[in-house]
């Protein structure tokens, strides 16, 4: 589906994340609330994943809603970490491979996580994770999900900004492609890519030179975008011909599907 056609619309939200990855809704709930907010396309794009994509296609079509095909991939890049959104992709051979390298990974990291809570006295095992962990696949707001449960922070929040935060004691670095390596996959599967919340990498120095990859568009309406950056990335984006796109990064109820200020 075009983008350009979509952020014509006012009914859509082109990032979700689904318990496919780190969300709090299975991918048929996604689409039922999406649904309910009148919302007309909807973009699945789950860390590292494609796998809630089919589940929320076919719910689609009982709820009368489009369904986008996407993928949030982590990048790195002199020093910051930099997500890129990918839309309209399918499955590919090296895609799958990709994706099978950084799921292993997030299992050690995991593991290895849990065993730093516990040499610093909180004690929380890989069972009290998994009861978060819906999709299979352990995320970090499932582990801080399992420490608030047991007593030992008072909200997921506390958890990161404590423990689990970059340079935290309990963090640990994820797999990291480069923008480079993402933007081609992407691309080698059919998709658009996408930077993804520009003003959450903090210098836009660096989302201009990443503007001169092969990137197609930035996201420019972000819930975390204030107007001032949707009217600096918006210019940004016209400067460098790039498509923009808009999504509330819906990870749990408290961030407001469809609400990130499109019309800012």
């Known amino acids: ?38 919302l007309e396309v909807i973009a699945i794009t789950d860390h590292d994943t494609i796998d809630g994509v089919a589940e929320a296609k ?11 095909s996407g993928i949030e991939l982590t990048t790195k890049y002199k020093g910051r970490n930099i997500d890129i959104l990918g839309y ?11 994706m099978k390298r950084i799921q292993t990974h997030r299992m050690t990291r995991a593991n290895k996580i849990i065993e730093k809570f516990c040499q610093i006295g909180i004690v929380i095992s890989k069972a009290d994770v998994e009861k978060h962990s819906i999709g299979g696949v352990i995320a970090r707001p499932h582990i801080a999900k399992a420490v608030v449960e047991k007593g030992y922070a008072n909200s997921q929040q506390e958890v990161f900004d404590r423990y689990l935060g ?14 480079m390596q993402a933007i081609n996959l992407i691309h080698q599967a059919g998709g658009q890519a996408v930077l993804a919340h520009p003003a959450l990498i903090r210098d836009d120095n660096i989302v201009r030179e990443l503007m001169q990859l092969p990137l197609d568009g930035i996201e420019v309406w972000h819930r975390k975008h204030k107007k001032k ?36």
């Not at 076919?58 to 986008?68: D, G, R, S």
């Not at 970059?166 to 923008?179: Q, V």
């Open 58 to 68: 076919l719910k689609a079509i009982e709820c009368n809603i489009t369904v986008i």
């Open 88 to 98: 309209n992709v399918h499955a590919t051979q090296q895609l799958e491979e990709v």
């Open 166 to 179: 970059d340079g935290k004691p309990c963090a640990m670095d994820k797999i990291f492609l480069s923008p």
């Open 229 to 264: 950056d949707i009217k600096r990335y918006k210019k940004i984006a016209k400067k460098y011909g790039k498509i923009i796109t808009g999504g509330s990064d819906f990870h749990y109820d408290g961030h407001h599907m469809g609400d990130f200020g499109y019309h800012a």
């Open 1 to 38: 589906m075009d983008l350009r056609e979509i952020i014509k619309q006012n009914f859509f939200d082109l990032h979700l994340h689904t318990t496919a990855s780190d969300g709090s809704f299975t991918p048929s709930e996604i689409v039922e609330k999406a649904a309910k907010k009148g």
